[in-house]
């Protein structure tokens, strides 16, 4: 059974410190995605990675996929407080194989 | 005109009614997609409408029925919910028959009491 773990669960810090979330699985994904939901709000696909070792930058978030493309890891440096929600990571395998992780909910504090 | 959108965006029903959710896509997208979102639980993928074909998680109890008229809407139709059903229903939409990249509506907060 596919599964994909985040870590923390939950993150609460101060705005301008710096983090790291993680999304780890014992299996293999041909590509995946970040996503942030907000209270009452869909999530919002922030990035796609398909190539192990992969490194992608926006703004103040660098995501990377493992190399072995079983893991993945958001870093947002200088927190501000719109970065406030949940983060979840989603893998995919296969034709219609598609799972989410149990992702991290973030808040910055002003 | 935002990208997905659902109606209603809450929704308080009995065990014994019948209602229907909807999902209107305006990105000219060949996919849809229903999933279920709980407190502690990871987002559960429900169903998939393509073009040419539904894709359904056998686990999704019979008592929720799927629709897709045409590629822009999908329903979800719903009759003799239980509580443990409460939860948050994700619309969302992809480019490519089947994609991992999705665009999700706002959702719809049900509470079955």
């Known amino acids: 059974t596919q599964l994909l773990e985040q870590s923390p669960q939950f993150l609460s810090i101060q705005e301008g410190e710096n983090l790291t979330v993680y999304c780890n699985s014992s299996?293999?994904?041909?590509?995946l995605q970040w996503y942030r939901q907000e209270p009452g709000e869909g999530p919002v696909l922030l990035v796609t990675v398909v190539t192990g070792g992969e490194v992608k930058k926006l703004k103040r978030l660098t995501f990377q996929f493992g190399d072995a493309r079983k893991d993945s890891s958001l870093h947002i440096t200088a927190a501000q407080p719109g970065d406030t929600g949940l983060y979840l990571c989603a893998g995919g395998w296969g034709t219609y194989k598609y799972i989410f992780g149990t992702g991290t909910r973030l808040k910055v504090l002003a | 005109e935002t990208g997905v959108t659902q109606t209603p965006r809450h929704l308080v029903m009995g065990m014994t009614n019948k209602k229907s959710l909807k999902c209107e896509q305006h990105l000219g997208h060949n996919a849809m997609y229903w999933y279920k979102q709980s407190a502690k639980k990871p987002l559960e993928l429900m169903f998939v409408y393509s073009l040419e074909e539904r894709v359904e998680n056998n686990s999704v109890p019979s008592r929720f029925s799927p629709e897709c008229p045409n590629s822009s809407h999908l329903f979800l139709h719903l009759h003799t919910l239980q509580p443990e059903d409460s939860a948050l229903y994700l619309c969302?939409?992809?480019?490519?028959?089947?994609?991992?990249?999705?665009?999700f509506g706002q959702g719809t907060r049900l509470t079955v009491v």
């Open positions: 299996s293999v994904f041909s590509s």
């Open positions: 969302a939409s992809s480019q490519e028959r089947w994609s991992t990249e999705a665009f």
